[in-house]
T-cell receptor, first 113, second 118 residues
């Protein structure tokens, strides 16, 4: 079983739409959770960290459900510039894997005018 | 402040040749990671270092791949001999500090080296 699983999409939505991405992770000991964004032919960049209580950054809202080992990202009022691949990321949890991050395959989003 | 620096940005080589990729982490960061990304396999961790010491190299595909970190500001990933299936984008990333918090676990990626082996 993969450490992090995401729906690869693609999600094609019009400008102004609300879109939600989900991912699940397998290691119950994971402590840190993130969403990274990757534009075409660019490097992954941190979009936002995910706090236990959930957090919001402008149009972006991240939620964590530890019991279900589930992370979500909600994008409201989508912009053309939101078109990218969104990577769900968790840390290793403990022991020798604590220092590393596990990346999902990513969910591709295209926002059309 | 400079981010992670990688060179070259693009490399085209022929099968059998040696390839060396270079990375300079963000100053003060004591973890360095090498990843490979392909359409088929996504982002894969190859190896990572803590304070210049390799911690986990289980992702290194085979003996043709080797990585070194001679000092805190420089690392290399070498492929010898290269094969067409090594074609991918290779990313270097760095982070600071002891793991376990959101701020210290955040990794910062370089722009990548796009490798094509003919």
């Amino acid at each position: 079983r993969k450490e992090v699983e995401q729906d690869p999409g693609p999600f094609n939505v019009p400008e102004g739409a609300t879109v939600a991405f989900n991912c699940t992770y397998s290691n119950s000991a994971s402590q840190s959770f993130f969403w990274y964004r990757q534009d075409c032919r660019k490097e992954p960049k941190l979009l936002m960290s995910v706090y236990s209580s959930g957090n919001e950054d402008g149009r972006f809202t991240a939620q964590l459900n530890r019991a279900s080992q589930y992370i979500s990202l909600l994008i409201r009022d989508s912009k053309l510039s939101d078109s990218a691949t969104y990577l769900c990321v968790v840390n290793g949890g403990r022991g020798s894997t604590l220092g590393r991050l596990y990346f999902g395959r990513g969910t591709q989003l295209t926002v059309w005018p | 402040d400079a981010g992670v620096i990688q060179s070259p940005r693009h490399e085209v080589t022929e099968m059998g040749q040696e390839v060396t990729l270079r990375c300079k982490p963000i100053s003060g960061h004591d973890y360095l990671f090498w990843y490979r990304q392909t359409m088929m396999r996504g982002l894969e961790l190859l190896i990572y270092f803590n304070n210049n010491v390799p911690i986990d190299d289980s992702g290194m595909p085979e003996d043709r791949f080797s990585a070194k970190m001679p000092n805190a500001s420089f690392s290399t990933l070498k492929i010898q001999p290269s094969e067409p299936r090594d074609s991918a984008v290779y990313f270097c990333a760095s982070r600071i500090g002891t793991s376990g918090t959101l701020s210290t676990d955040t990794q910062y990626f370089g722009p990548g080296t796009r490798l094509t082996v003919l």
